[in-house]
């Protein structure tokens, strides 16, 4: 073996024991400390305070989809989007980021080996080329994602907006009717979880942070931006992981560990609702009774909570 090869094998493993210790978290406790310390969750309209005859109070819901499979991100994103342009209840934006690299894991070596079609890689795109300053191109992400933070909080407030929400949601005048719905904002290829995740196990240490410190230096950089009302967190049963975050799922109301597609809320203190779908690529994705359950739960989440404007023909939340 050459030195460059010996090199090599070093820097592989380097970078598959960070992830390991990275990915290691538990999702729940890494969403705890975005919800709790860093993003800013928008207020929500106060009892009593719904619009009245002649006026309307507006604030919709932040949806953000969250995981590390983006061919699973991808399946469930579309069902969320399928079921909130269904019946006439929201109008919904969509807002995605540039590309991120993807981490150095035995998951994401298998994604990368798997045949996606055309479009699928919209905002956590498979690469292997990174920039020579990772710091660099995280910075240039968050600066984008600001710009789209403003965005989305007018939007779901009501407010107008100057510019497009996303490639994949050109800005266009919205008819009375649709500007009398709900208004929805969808972030279907990952946010601030899922960006932390990327470019703490893509980035290495060359320093005397810890892990867990490296990581949480990586969320920390979404100081300012707007949080999520529900992440919905695709949790990919063949990840390496997968079975040390489901064994820890009694604290958070889940417990044990069984295989099986399920979608459910979890109950936690956080200031934003959480639901995790359990999914698996090799027993094939996103099943279509999976697909209808998942609507399901999405629609009455939005009709239930604690939201503000108008749904339907006219009815006032």
């Known amino acids: 073996m050459s030195a460059g090869e010996g090199r090599t094998g070093t820097s592989r493993e380097e970078k598959s024991a960070l992830e390991a210790m990275i990915m290691s978290m538990h999702y729940l406790s890494k969403l705890t400390v975005l919800s709790e310390k860093i993003v ?8 009593g305070n719904h619009p009245q005859a002649g006026a309307k109070t507006v604030r919709g819901p932040i ?5 590390t499979n983006p061919i699973l991100m991808k399946a469930v994103a579309l069902a969320v989007e399928k079921a909130l342009k269904s019946g006439n209840i929201c109008r919904l934006r969509k807002w995605e980021g540039a590309a991120a690299p993807l981490s ?3 998951e994401s070596e298998r994604a990368e080996k798997t045949p996606i079609p055309s479009g699928t890689r919209q905002a956590i795109i498979i690469q292997d080329n990174k920039p020579s300053n990772p710091y660099v191109s995280y910075w240039t992400q968050l600066s984008a994602w600001h ?9 779901v407030t009501g407010q107008p907006t100057t510019t497009a929400a996303s490639s994949s949601s050109p800005a266009r005048e919205s008819s009375p009717t649709e500007n009398d719905l709900l208004p929805v904002a969808l972030l ?3 946010y601030c979880l899922t960006y932390s995740d990327r470019f703490a196990c893509s980035t290495q240490i060359s320093d005397n942070y810890a892990p867990v410190d490296h990581w949480q230096w990586m969320a920390t950089m979404w100081r300012g931006l707007v949080a999520p009302d529900l992440t919905i967190y695709v949790l990919d049963e063949a ?3 997968a079975r040390d975050h489901l064994h820890g799922e009694d604290e958070y109301g889940a417990g044990g560990y069984d295989s099986g597609q399920t979608v ?8 934003m609702a959480v639901m995790v779908v359990r999914l698996n690529e090799a027993s094939g994705g996103l099943l279509e009774k999976m697909e209808r359950r998942l609507g399901f739960e999405v ?13 339907g023909d006219g009815e006032i939340l």
């Open 264 to 271: 459910e809320f979890k109950r936690t203190n956080l200031k």
């Open 63 to 67: 949806i953000a989809i969250e995981g």
């Open 147 to 155: 710009t789209h933070s403003a965005e989305i909080t007018n939007f």
């Open 104 to 106: 150095f894991s035995v």
């Open 188 to 190: 279907p290829s990952g």
């Open 40 to 47: 800013c969750p928008l207020p929500l309209p106060s009892a």
């Open 239 to 241: 990840s390496p992981f």
């Open 299 to 311: 629609l009455e989440w939005v009709r239930n909570g604690p939201f503000s404007g108008v749904i």
